[in-house]
């Protein structure tokens, strides 16, 4: 049989553009007419990226994206006790790891990494991952997927309880203080705060999505590996203060909100010196800064109450201070030594008392 002609061909270094012949040979066809072309043209493509690896990479975000949103909703189905709906949701949370795994390898070939490297990041044969996560294979996903209404899944709204309702222990109430006095709000058992290392590792996790930059920039301005700040944003690293601080100053971060939560995830107690509404507010950073009435919706406080807490304008009593905590998914025991500051220089000096008065001396007795 004879072969069909290939038809012209020419060097992509775009500074050349000369014919190749591609006539002699075997093998795959040449793009570029010498090594030098072929250099050259490597690293045009590894500075500018192709239309191609732009798409993969927008692929493979919205994809991350979208997993994200149906494993936090899978989780809420789980926690509501609805197996049913979850073993639905679970069908398309698995479909959604396969066109990420698919998507994740295009970009690996988009980067230039070689398939024994890739088959060994999944533990598969190279010969299997060419097979069933080749670039066409690729391309077919992405197809699929565009197809379903809006991109992705549709997943349900937040789950409510349905009967029966979970079994909730009421919690002793503590005793009112008086007339007039907050009364007690039972917090909901089955909400578990984070712990101190995790709230930190949210709270720069929050300043890098605000920034909107990536690792390998923020390893730039900050002299710090691209892996170890995906450590730390991902909270398998407790930093020290000086890199936790160059973080949040590259991500236009406030250092006062967070070093409190530094502080704590160091297993320290907070220095009476800092600032309350400064904790309060890095707590508040960490939950994806929700709404007032949000806050207030969870905890039963006031959103102006709330408002003040945050500003610093208030000084709440202990046990709104715990309820804002809870509602923001953060421990409040590491707040009390700077409650119990601030309430200290709102009461201002001590008064004068006896153990203020100088001593007295008495005249010495006059003998009889």
Sequence with gaps: MTPKDPGPAYCLNPDCGRPIDRSVGSGRPRHYCNDICGRAYRRVREKHPTPDAVAHDLFALQVADELARGV???????????????LSLLRLVERDLEDLKAALVQQARDQREKNAEIARSLSLPPDQ????????????????????????????????????????????????????????????????????AAVLARALSQLQRASAKPFRRLAEDTDISASYVSRVLSGERCPSWKITRALTLACGGDPAEIHP?????????????????????????????????EVGARSGLNPRAVTGMLDGSTLPAWEDVEELAHALGAEAPPLRPLWNAARAAAAGPPEPGPAHWPALRLPAEVPG
């Design 72 to 86: 936090e909703h899978l989780r809420g189905l789980t926690r509501t006790r609805q197996p049913l709906a979850a």
């Design 129 to 196: 991952l060419t097979r069933k996560l080749s670039a066409e294979a690729v391309r077919r996903r992405m197809a699929n997927r565009r197809q379903r209404p809006g991109g992705g899944p549709a997943l349900p709204a937040d789950p409510e309880p349905t009967a029966p309702a979970p079994v909730r222990i009421p919690r002793q109430r503590r005793p009112s203080a008086g007339p007039g006095a907050t009364p007690f709000r039972a917090r909901e058992p089955d909400r578990r705060p984070a712990g101190p």
């Design 261 to 293: 939560l530094w502080v704590t995830a160091r297993g320290r107690a907070p220095s009476q010196r800092g600032s309350l509404h400064e904790a309060l507010r890095g707590l508040h950073l960490a939950a994806a800064r929700p709404a007032t009435a």
